[in-house]
Every structure is written in C-alpha cells, then in structure tokens.
C-alpha cells in the first residue's frame, strides 16, 4: 500500500531545505526526496518523527488516501464559516 | 535503524581536517564556477537509464571476464587463479564503489547540512572542503546507511537471491546431465565427485535463509484470554 504525504508542502511552507529537515529526522537527504515522490514508503519510526519535527499528528502528514490540497480544504473551510 | 548525519560531522577527526586535502586531486581556489558546476553534475548519482545502459553492459563484460579466465586456466592454473581474482577484486571494488555513490548525500545537501547556506553561496574555501569532505567519504566508505538505503540493499540482495535460486539449480541439473551423458568416460568420476560438491554447496545457499531464519525467529507470544 502507498503512502501519501505532505512532507514538500510542510517543508515549502516553513522554508525548510531537504538537508535541515533530514538531519533533524536522522536520515540521508535524498531520503526525504524519495519520500516527497512518493517512491518510499517510511518506517513507523520515521514517520512519527517526521510529524513530531512538523508539530503535527503523523495522520496530518501522512495518509493511506490522497491529501485534497491545502487550497481546496481552506475553500471549504470559509464555506462552512460563511 | 536511521542514524543522525550530523554526527558525521562531528565525529570527524582531526586527521580528517587537516590532512584529508591531501586525497582530493583539487587544489584550494583554483576552480571556477564553470568547473563547479561540471564537478556538480558528475558528482551526482547516474539517471535510471545511464545505470541501466551500464548494467546491460556489465553482462557481456563480465562474460568476457569469465572467458579469459577459462582461456588463461587452460594454460596454467596459476595465471588462471590470480587473473580470476585480479578481475573479481576490480568487480568488488567498483560495486562497492557503486553501493557507496547510491548512499553519498549531494555537493548541494552537505552545503546546507555543514555550512547551513547553498553550495553556489559558499565561499571557494568552503567548496572545496565540501568536496573533499564527499571525494573522503566515498573513499573510504564514510556514508550513512539509514533506514531507506538499509531497505533498498535488503530489497536488491532478495531480488537478486531470487534470481539466483532457480540459476543455480539449471547450472547444477546441466552440470549433471552433461557429466553423465558427454563423451568424458576418462574423467567421468571425477567431473562426477565435482559435480556433487557443487551441488551440495547450492543446497546450502539456497537453504541458508530459511536455516538463518530458524535461528533467529522469536517465539510466539502464548494466546491470553480477552481482557487480561
């Protein structure tokens, strides 16, 4: 089963370089590109680390399902506020 | 188990700063931004296609190794063996070679990693320690294997061990059916008793794993009732 995630988003987001975020994580820097293309699916340990370094529960970062994107979600979220 | 990459940094040694310029063919200041950029590009892991073009390339190169080392056993025994491991010293040095370069982190990772700034921001000294520091580690197979390359070396060695299996036992029932029905009746038995050994040492490889497994595998936890 594929993994889906927001690691490249996250990672525009707080203008953190590959090299900083997988350092942080303990992984090589070409790990965290696999990860973005989708071509690796991380270990639990990673993947928890991944989201502790976002501040975010890891089902924020990753998903068995496609993420909607970040446009699309905040489209709905001003619907329903509206 | 993923392991920090910023400990390679600290952990490196003096020797390693002070006399680690000595290993790199390039000299401090002396190179443009032009040559950079070339040592950039060369620097970098192949694309797919140039590894698989190298791979398909490898085949015949490697029969024609085999070839002369039939040819040179022939002749003498002794040539035959050093030319035999002459050739599979070069093989294990270049794909140790390659294993290394797949897990080497990039020119521009080590830049932001070691200095916290792009490569083509450091200042010439500062490139040219980078360099060096990645022309060491490849060297001397200073690289960091994390859990993505742990399971990339794992997939590949099952891939290949697969492919081995049914290989080995084509080899072995060849092997047999030309020892008992080509025309060597003179060295029939002892083609015969080289035959057995080699079919006993494929039958241990091919059950090593399981055998590795045995030994290894944890036992079961006992069943407990719900709720306990």
């Known amino acids: 089963m594929s993994l889906h995630n ?12 590959r090299a900083a975020l997988a350092s942080s994580v303990g992984v090589n820097p070409q790990t965290i590109g696999f990860l973005e293309r989708g071509d690796y699916t991380p270990s639990l340990e990673l993947a928890f680390k991944i989201a502790e370094h976002f501040g975010l529960p890891v089902e924020a970062v990753f998903s068995p399902r496609p993420f909607r994107t970040l446009s699309e979600q ?7 506020e509206a | 188990m993923a392991v920090n990459v910023n400990n ?19 000299k401090r200041g002396t190179l443009g931004p032009e ?24 085949a015949p ?26 050739l599979v010293v070069l093989m294990g040095l270049a794909v140790r070679a390659i294993r290394i370069g797949f897990a080497q982190v990039s020119l521009e990772d080590r830049a932001v990693m070691e200095y916290g700034a792009e490569f083509d921001a450091l200042k010439e ?13 490849g060297l001397f197979g200073r690289v960091k294997i ?16 697969r492919l ?61 009732a719900a709720g306990e």
């Not at chain 2, 000294?125 to 580690?137: I, L, W």
């Not at chain 2, 994390?146 to 061990?161: F, I, K, M, S, V």
């Open chain 2, 146 to 161: 994390d859990e993505h390359e742990a399971e990339q070396r794992l997939r590949a060695q099952g891939a290949a061990y």
């Open chain 2, 125 to 137: 000294k500062q490139r040219g320690e980078v360099f060096q520091q990645a022309v060491r580690d």
């Open chain 2, 61 to 86: 190169a490697l029969a024609l190794e085999i070839a002369v080392s039939l040819w040179v056993v022939r002749i003498d025994p002794w040539a035959g063996l050093m030319s035999a491991a002459w």
């Open chain 2, 35 to 58: 040559e950079w950029a070339k040592v950039r590009k060369l620097s970098r892991t192949a694309k797919r296609r140039t590894r698989r073009l190298f791979t398909l390339l490898w």
């Open chain 2, 8 to 26: 390679v940094n600290k952990e490196r040694s003096w020797f390693w700063k002070k006399i680690g310029f000595w290993f790199v063919p390039v």
């Open chain 1, 6 to 17: 927001r690691i490249a988003v996250l990672r525009a987001e707080r203008k953190l370089s």
């Open chain 2, 164 to 224: 081995l299996g049914p290989a080995l036992v084509v080899f072995v029932a060849g092997y047999w059916a030309v020892c008992l029905l080509g025309p060597f009746a003179a060295t029939r038995s002892a083609l015969a008793v080289t035959g057995m050994v080699v079919t006993w040492l494929v039958a241990l490889v091919l059950a090593a794993p399981t055998m590795i497994r045995m030994w290894t595998q944890p036992d079961e936890p006992e069943e407990t």
């Open chain 1, 74 to 80: 905040v489209y709905e979220l001003h619907k329903r």
